[in-house]
């Protein structure tokens, strides 16, 4: 059973201009639940190998139709009708990482070191299928970059649809939305992957 939580609206005469938020599904599903616990065995590895920019090897916890998007918003839907930072399929994430490994583009060549922390997790939804269950689950990222001498810190809350398979090793990643506390405001290039 899922149920959804609504956003708040200010009080009158709060500060704050009001946010229309997206409302955020929640499951009865624990965090220990097996399906749960894969899913979060495969986000855990995915973070891993991007901090040590195995960009080949996390290409491959991909679907062949998983997207990858960072939304402007962080509270948009449609993420195919509006402007996005980043929205790709199979064929850009390629394209993508053929750019951070090659050596050309020079964010690649001296890009920052990166650490990740995701928690947070909350699961939205899991449907068991033949071959396995479709996990959607939420979760807090703090990735922190460093660069000659210099951190930043880019936070997001990101959603992520997780296909399991037969096996562990068939999991795979089916969408990934990263929302960035700040994407409405000014962020800078990155030379890494989210």
Not at 35 to 58: G, P, T
Request: hydrophobic share 45%; with cysteine.
């Amino acid at each position: 059973m899922t149920e959804t939580v609504q956003a708040r609206k200010p009080k009158p005469g709060a500060w704050a201009a009001e946010a229309v938020a997206r409302e955020l599904p929640v499951s009865f599903v624990p965090t220990t639940d097996t399906r749960v616990v894969r899913a979060i065995d495969l986000i855990s590895r995915e973070a891993e190998l991007l901090d040590n920019k195995d960009y080949e090897a996390w290409q491959q916890l991909y679907s062949e139709d998983a997207k990858y998007i960072i939304p402007i918003d962080p509270d948009c839907e449609d993420f195919a009708n509006t402007l996005n930072m980043v929205y790709d399929d199979a064929h850009m994430r390629g394209l993508r990482v053929t750019r951070m490994t090659e050596g050309y583009a020079i964010a690649a060549v001296d890009s920052a070191k990166t650490l990740r922390t995701i928690g947070r997790f909350v699961p939205a939804d899991v449907v068991d299928r033949d071959h396995g269950a479709t996990v959607k689950i939420r979760a807090a990222q703090t990735l922190i970059a460093y660069k000659r001498g210099h951190h930043d810190i880019w936070a997001a809350n990101v959603d992520y649809t997780i296909d399991l398979g037969a096996t562990a090793a068939d999991d795979r990643l089916s969408l990934k939305v990263i929302r960035l506390i700040d994407g409405r405001d000014e962020v800078p290039a990155a030379g890494f992957l989210l």
